[in-house]
C-alpha cells in the first residue's frame, strides 16, 4: 500500500497547526481491486495522556467514511456542514473513505439515504 504524510496540514482538518501537535494522520492508497469503491484508508493516532482533550473541528470532503474505533464502528453519510470529534487519551481510528458511488453496492440505498447520519457497521 502506497503511504502519503500531510507534512503542511490534512485537507480538510481546521486550525491544522494547532492539530499537528496532537495527533497523526496517514492515507493508505487501496488494493487495486478495491480503487473502485475504495479511495484510500486513513488512519488518525493521538497520545493526550496527561493533557486536556482535544476537540477538533473538520469540514469533511463530500464523500462516504467507515470508521473503527474501540467501542464504535459506524459508517458516517456524507455530511453537509463541518462536525467535530473530541480526542482524549490515547487512542487511534482506522477509516475508510469511499469514492463517489463506491458506498452503494453495500448500502443497497441510495447514499442520500444517510446524508447527515451515522449508521452502526452491524446494520
Given at each position: 500500500?502506497?503511504?502519503?504524510?500531510?507534512?503542511?496540514?490534512?485537507?480538510?482538518?481546521?486550525?491544522?497547526?494547532?492539530?499537528?501537535?496532537?495527533?497523526?494522520?496517514?492515507?493508505?492508497?487501496?488494493?487495486?481491486?478495491?480503487?473502485?469503491?475504495?479511495?484510500?484508508?486513513?488512519?488518525?493516532?493521538?497520545?493526550?495522556?496527561?493533557?486536556?482533550?482535544?476537540?477538533?473541528?473538520?469540514?469533511?470532503?463530500?464523500?462516504?467514511?467507515m470508521t473503527f474505533?474501540?467501542?464504535?464502528?459506524?459508517?458516517?453519510?456524507?455530511?453537509?456542514?463541518?462536525?467535530?470529534?473530541?480526542?482524549?487519551?490515547?487512542?487511534?481510528?482506522?477509516?475508510?473513505?469511499?469514492?463517489?458511488?463506491?458506498?452503494?453496492?453495500?448500502?443497497?440505498?441510495?447514499?442520500?439515504?444517510?446524508?447527515?447520519?451515522?449508521?452502526?457497521?452491524?446494520?
Amino acid at each position: 500500500m502506497k503511504k502519503r504524510d500531510y507534512p503542511g496540514g490534512v485537507p480538510g482538518i481546521l486550525n491544522a497547526r494547532a492539530a499537528r501537535d496532537r495527533f497523526g494522520f496517514q492515507e493508505r492508497a487501496p488494493a487495486p481491486a478495491l480503487a473502485p469503491y475504495v479511495a484510500h484508508y486513513w488512519i488518525v493516532t493521538w497520545d493526550l495522556r496527561g493533557r486536556e482533550p482535544y476537540e477538533q473541528w473538520v469540514l469533511p470532503y463530500p464523500s462516504i467514511n467507515m470508521t473503527f474505533k474501540p467501542g464504535r464502528c459506524r459508517v458516517a453519510g456524507v455530511p453537509r456542514g463541518r462536525f467535530s470529534e473530541v480526542l482524549e487519551g490515547a487512542g487511534r481510528v482506522f477509516g475508510v473513505r469511499f469514492t463517489p458511488a463506491g458506498f452503494r453496492p453495500f448500502l443497497g440505498a441510495p447514499a442520500s439515504t444517510i446524508t447527515d447520519r451515522f449508521v452502526p457497521v452491524a446494520e
